[in-house]
């Protein structure tokens, strides 16, 4: 706090457009353009989106608040400022009483607690959450915005990673019941088939291409168990997997993971009910799930093995300790960086785009000894790994690579000391086999009954959307008969035995629609004792109950409709070779294009059945299947690449700076140095945290030697500030004279700084002009005051330091610094008037 209360000073300046603003926040930014052109180019477009949780870092001020309030605020967006302590005692923003629920202004401590609520935890949980910096915060001037930034940034992930449980059921259910049909065979047929052997498991981490040779030369005594994403690498490199795993339900995960589908003969492809129905649906080969098949009966797969989570190489440790695995090893299971900053493995789509080095992360150890960043993701997947290791004390686990982070119960090996026993033909057989002998009969025997299990379930959601319907209805009588408690108990009594059903003959349906309806359920819950509540708050929460249960059985209706209807286009495609355009119509509704390759499969003599219109059809879904495969992924590209700024880079190295994180400032200076022939920016921030490096290490000469390397216009103001720190830890006055000078243009708050080094150079007059320049723009600063009247006391000017102080003295008469300087020049001068 007292930083703050420094370096934010009670100063304020007025620009040429009549706009109040603090110079120590915002330098000369808006001397030469008035803030509203500068915030239309820069943020306009952004602010306007609707639906979306603006945080913005900083006021600029005030002005940028008053931006806002001018522009106005979309449709469903809020906006939450985040100012620093010291800033806000010194603004004030008047907020219309109408747009108080959308727009809050806020300390650090204050928006902790606000971020709690379950109405912003759903923005962040919808990636509808964006966040800014004020111009003041984005010029990294202060070092309070750039931590404030990298706190709030924080709380965004972690907030996302603990509330993702709570608040991605809907997406779970849906993506179960689209893979309803593709959900066939449990994945529990294959528990203890592999007692005693070994299998490796093998994730997409930068350590992987440093053990492909030696997997390769292990063929005949491993499984080999492989995350979707890096599947066709391995295949390419020579190495098959034997089981491939998916589990993410996003439909971007189909972009991510698509190279896996040209594996189908050779892969048997273990999926969890959630995954994405594009990768389900078009998979041509073999494939287990893992999980429940539908969500309202455990019944029908209650041995199966469960999906894990948080990612996907947890659900393959799962599966594998299942399966009876007594020797789990682990490769490309990382779990953090490598030292140049990469997250994937070589070849990968990550990997290409170059070392993430802006994203936030924590730190861990690996079993290298150093220390490596991870992404907070990764921290909870080890927190799982670790507890899933713990549950399996005679299973012995593996990890082959010395820079993966360190799990506990996990051991490091090097593979020439890793003894394994051959795999018995029959294995390998049991999972190439797995799904071959059923018959066409039987899949249409399990269509049918998935179709029969819909219809019903349909059937009873419309009986559940009627009883909520009728709640709500009697809930409104009872508002009208508030002074009837006759017709009120009557009323109730019907509400309780709609109750009853619900939670009686449509009980596992019922619980459904609250587990799919969690957040719609949970926002209304209060503290208070139900005893208490009035009649009027009764009504209140029947209404709200009974409007979830409705909205949300609705919901439900649509998707369990719209998976009966794609449930009969999957018998329809069994059963007929003649509805191509039917089926064609199902496929380019769920964007799966690719089951016309499964069609063609059950219909191998479809050329000579189809007419020229049907066969033009079939090209047409190839075609548009082939671009599936092919496209340029660019939203997925986008996404990565958002977080590759390297204005992140810049807030990272400053957070390092703060903390004194000499190992990661280490990290920064080692993934930026490949870059600095490539890239000024990234120049410049490379020497920027290796100057900080060698600074926190004592190096001081070294430091300034490579600051001054930087060419003079690659030094903003972070480097000039480190450069003056360092020469005056030196006394190298001409380099800190020369870089005080510099920042003199930057703010006027370095002046009394430059001046004093002018001092000390013994230049006098260009000291005196200096000072005297400052206080007679800011003549209220009382601290520049006392240092120049010390000066003038010091070279013997004698009258110049008395007007000082007594400047002091009329805005603070009981200042003792002034009051002690004058009365020692009182009585010196006593003494000089008795000799």
């Not at 009549?18 to 001397?31: C, K, M, T, V």
């Not at 959450?129 to 004020?134: A, D, E, I, M, N």
């Not at 992930?157 to 991605?168: A, G, K, N, R």
Request: a negative charge; glycine letters at 4%; aromatic letters at 8%.
């Amino acid at each position: 706090m007292q930083e703050q209360q420094t370096n934010i000073l009670n100063t304020f300046a007025i620009s040429q457009f009549g706009e109040y603003y603090l110079p120590s926040i915002n330098r000369a930014q808006f001397d030469k353009l008035d803030s509203t052109t500068q915030y239309d180019a820069k943020f306009k477009q952004d602010f306007s989106k609707e639906d979306t949780l603006h945080l913005v870092v900083g006021m600029d001020s005030g002005l940028l608040a008053n931006y806002v309030l001018e522009m106005g605020i979309s449709d469903g967006s809020r906006f939450i400022f985040i100012e620093l302590d010291a800033a806000l005692a010194l603004l004030k923003v008047e907020i219309p009483e109408s747009l108080k629920n959308t727009l809050t202004i806020c300390t650090p401590l204050e928006f902790r607690q606000l971020i709690d609520n379950k109405s912003l935890e759903l923005f962040i949980i919808k990636d509808r959450c964006s966040l800014y910096r004020s111009m003041g915060a984005a010029s990294n001037h202060l070092e309070e915005y750039t931590l404030l930034s990298n706190d709030i940034e924080k709380i965004i992930q972690h907030t996302f990673f603990e509330s993702e449980v709570i608040f991605t059921q809907k997406i779970f259910v849906k993506t179960q019941l689209e893979n309803i049909i593709e959900n066939r065979l449990p994945a529990s047929i294959l528990k203890d088939q592999f007692t005693g052997l070994t299998c490796i498991i093998i994730a997409g981490g930068p350590s992987l291409d440093q053990h492909l040779d030696w997997i390769k030369s292990q063929s005949e005594n491993l499984i080999v168990i492989a995350v979707s994403r890096i599947a066709s690498k391995l295949y390419n490199e020579g190495i098959t997997p034997h089981i491939i795993v998916s589990v993410d339900p996003q439909d971007h995960s189909f972009e991510v993971n698509r190279e896996m589908m040209s594996l189908h003969r050779e892969s048997l492809f273990v999926q969890s009910f959630h995954v994405c129905s594009r990768i389900s649906a078009q998979w041509q080969g073999r494939s287990l799930y893992l999980g429940g098949r539908v969500p309202w009966d455990s019944s029908l797969d209650m041995n199966n093995i469960e999906s894990i989570g948080p990612t996907v190489t947890n659900s393959a440790v799962h599966l594998a300790l299942r399966m009876g695995f007594s020797q789990v090893l682990l490769c490309g299971v990382d779990f953090c960086h490598s030292r140049e900053g990469f997250t994937h493995a070589k070849g990968t789509l990550e990997a290409s785009l170059g070392p993430n080095l802006g994203q936030i992360c924590e730190w861990v150890d690996t079993y290298a000894g150093y220390k490596a960043e991870t992404l907070i993701q990764l921290l909870y997947a080890i927190e799982s790994l670790q507890t899933e290791v713990e549950r399996f004390p005679d299973r012995k686990f593996i990890n082959l690579s010395r820079s993966a982070a360190v799990v506990k119960g996990v051991s490091y090996q090097a593979t020439q000391n890793i003894r394994l026993k051959p795999i018995a033909v029959d294995k390998y057989r049991l999972l190439q086999h797995i799904t071959n002998n059923d018959s066409t009969q039987e899949r249409v025997n399990d269509i049918q009954c998935r179709i029969n299990d819909l219809s019903k379930t349909v059937k009873s959601m419309k009986i559940i959307v009627k009883l909520s319907s009728d709640a709500l209805r009697h809930n409104l009588k009872m508002t009208q008969q508030i002074d009837n408690p006759a017709q009120i108990k009557r009323l109730s009594k019907k509400i309780e035995t709609i109750e009853q059903k619900l939670n009686g003959k449509y009980h596992s349906l019922s619980q459904l629609v609250k587990f799919y309806g969690y957040y719609e359920f949970t926002k209304f819950l209060t503290t208070k004792d139900t005893d208490t509540w009035s009649q009027e708050q009764l009504n209140e929460m029947t209404f709200s109950y009974y409007d979830a249960f409705e909205q949300i059985s609705k919901k439900l209706l649509t998707l369990l409709s719209v998976a009966f209807e794609r449930s009969e286009s999957r018998l329809l495609e069994i059963s007929s070779d003649k509805e191509i355009v039917k089926l064609a119509k199902q496929w380019r509704e769920d964007n799966q294009q690719g089951r016309i390759k499964i069609w063609q499969q059950l219909h191998p003599d479809y050329l000579k059945k189809s007419d020229s219109a049907q066969l033009k059809l079939i090209e047409e879904l190839e075609a548009e299947y082939h671009e599936q495969l092919n496209n340029d992924r660019q939203v997925y590209v986008d996404a990565v690449k958002k977080t590759m700024t390297l204005e992140q880079v810049f807030i990272k190295i400053m957070v390092l700076v703060n903390t004194k994180h000499l190992t990661g400032l280490k990290q920064m200076t080692l993934y930026l140095h490949p870059f600095v022939s490539k890239d000024n920016e990234a120049n410049r921030l490379y020497h920027l945290a290796y100057g900080h490096q060698l600074h926190l290490e004592d190096r001081y000469e070294e430091a300034l030697a490579c600051m001054l390397e930087l060419p003079e216009n690659f030094i903003t103001e972070p480097e000039n500030k480190l450069i003056i720190q360092l020469s005056l830890k030196l006394m190298k006055l001409d380099h800190a004279s020369e870089a005080l000078k510099k920042a003199t243009s930057y703010s006027d708050e370095h002046l009394p700084h430059y001046a004093n080094v002018l001092r000390l150079k013994g230049l006098t007059q260009e000291a005196v002009n200096t000072y005297l320049d400052y206080l007679d723009k800011y003549p209220s600063d009382l601290m520049v005051w006392l240092k120049f009247g010390s000066f003038m006391f010091d070279i013997d000017q004698i009258q110049a330091a008395i007007d000082a102080f007594s400047h002091v003295i009329q805005s603070d008469p009981d200042n003792q610094v002034a009051l002690s300087y004058l009365t020692r020049i009182e009585a010196d001068l006593n003494a000089n008037h008795h000799t």
